[in-house]
């Protein structure tokens, strides 16, 4: 019953990448959401895909695990006479077919251990295949962030510049009239070049990160028609650790796969000792014996039990290579463990160092920037601030808004990366 759910569930998936990408290549610009580039990154990753074909390949392994042993027909030929007869040569004089049958039986268990351990195999490579989208995941979203970064510092530079050049014609205006030296207004059209040149940065930079994302996204579209959109800002409160410690273990596949290879490797030692003990053969025949003295005896039928002496070999090594395997895998488990909670201790600390950096700029320091940047400038348009102030305040203004959007793509990765260490978007983008 689950299969055909599961067969539609793809195939709605699939008709939603479909309509996505379709919708993407026919508008003039389509801007995509974080929850649409996963769709078409899980979708068209070609590594994503060669790895779940390595699931599929496993999951195929389960049915190799469950076959039973073929049964064994032999035909034989027996009672020949290759002596003549009164001097008569007759070959074929009494001589007899035997058609048996033979089949192994398999005991203990070996056939249901060999699908548990098949299945639990499954398991462990569709948590590995999680993990590994786990891990890209945070690349794309790094990128992601890149591209809204990159888009956030566009738009500043173009309100810089656009700002930058009303400076230009109020000091124009003010040179025709003589208020103000010739020196003067060229050095503020000299100062020009700098928020061109922070324009052009920004757009190589934003045209940069969608080509990385296109490539994450096996996607042909053309940079041009091709923008992403989200909320580039920060959320303040961060959930407390131990909670976010606590859905770490629940969610991480790493160590979802750590844990399923101890119960793989049990069943793995219950086969082992499985296949120390004796499969016998069963057996039967028949045959046609006309040349028998008993003429009420042409047709006989025959059984046979065949059971191998276990004597030397009851697979010891195998028995005790598992049992060291389970304590190896609990070893490797614990590790894992640790792991976890060192991922996510080192991505809590930055996510929480980037919030104390970030609270101040938004509460504060934005606003001062603006307004010494708008008092200055009111005084050097009145003769109350020199040239030097002026410029200064500008470039204080423009720099202390970029650090705040690089500090606010800081904080959106490394939220990126607690998510990552979690195995769950905890902070949304």
């Known amino acids: ?28 610009q389509q801007s995509l959401t974080w929850e649409q580039v996963k769709i078409l ?51 074929l004089t009494g001589t007899f077919v035997v058609p048996s049958v033979s089949y192994l039986h398999e005991r203990d268990h070996k056939r249901e251990l060999r699908v548990q351990s098949a299945k639990e195999g499954t398991q462990i490579a569709q948590s590995q295949h999680h993990d590994l989208e786990r891990t890209m995941l945070f690349t794309l979203r790094a990128v992601f962030v890149q591209v809204l970064q990159a888009k956030a510092v566009v738009s500043l530079a173009k309100q810089e510049l656009d700002y930058y050049d009303r400076i230009i014609a109020l000091s124009d205006e003010r040179f025709k009239k003589g208020d103000l030296a010739e020196m003067d207004f060229e050095r503020i059209e000299l100062q020009r070049v700098q928020y061109e040149s922070d324009l052009q940065t920004a757009e190589v930079n934003l045209r940069t990160a969608k080509i990385q994302m296109l490539q994450l996204l096996n996607e042909q579209t053309p940079i041009d028609r091709f923008d992403v959109q989200g909320p580039f800002e920060f959320a303040d409160q961060l959930p407390p650790l131990d909670a976010i410690r606590q859905t770490a273990q629940d969610n991480r596949p790493d160590l979802r796969a750590a844990l399923e290879a101890i119960e793989q490797a049990e069943t793995n030692h219950k086969l082992a000792i499985a296949n120390g003990s004796t499969d016998p053969t069963f057996g039967g025949w028949y045959t046609y014996n006309a040349s028998t003295n008993n003429p009420f005896a042409n047709q006989t039928l025959g059984l046979s039990v065949s059971v191998p002496l276990r004597i030397f070999d009851r697979n010891q090594g195998e028995k005790q290579r598992t049992q060291i395997d389970i304590a190896r895998n609990r070893q490797l488990a614990e590790a894992a463990r640790a792991q976890v909670f060192s991922d996510v201790d080192s991505a809590y600390t930055q996510v929480n160092s980037n919030l104390i950096l970030l609270r101040p700029y938004r509460g504060k320091y934005l606003a001062e920037a603006r307004k010494v940047r708008e008092t200055v400038t009111y005084a050097w348009q009145h003769g109350g601030a020199s040239l030097m102030d002026f410029l200064n305040a500008q470039s204080d203004y423009r720099n202390v808004h970029l650090a705040y959007l690089q500090l606010v793509g800081a ?3 490394a939220a990126g990366q607690l998510n990552m260490a979690v195995g769950k978007e905890e902070i949304q983008p």
Not at 48 to 65: F, H, K, P, W, Y
Request: glycine share 6%.
């Open 1 to 28: 019953m689950k299969k055909p759910k599961i067969m539609k569930t793809a195939w709605a998936a699939r008709f939603a990448v479909m309509l996505l990408v379709c919708g993407l290549r026919a508008q003039a």
């Open 41 to 91: 990154f899980e979708a068209n990753n070609p590594a994503l895909g060669a790895d779940q074909a390595s699931v599929d390949e496993m999951r195929a392994n389960e049915i190799t695990a469950g076959l039973r042993p073929n049964p064994q027909f032999t035909l034989s030929q027996d009672g020949t006479q290759l002596a003549p007869n009164n001097g008569v040569w007759q070959p």
């Open 411 to 413: 904080y959106l990765t």
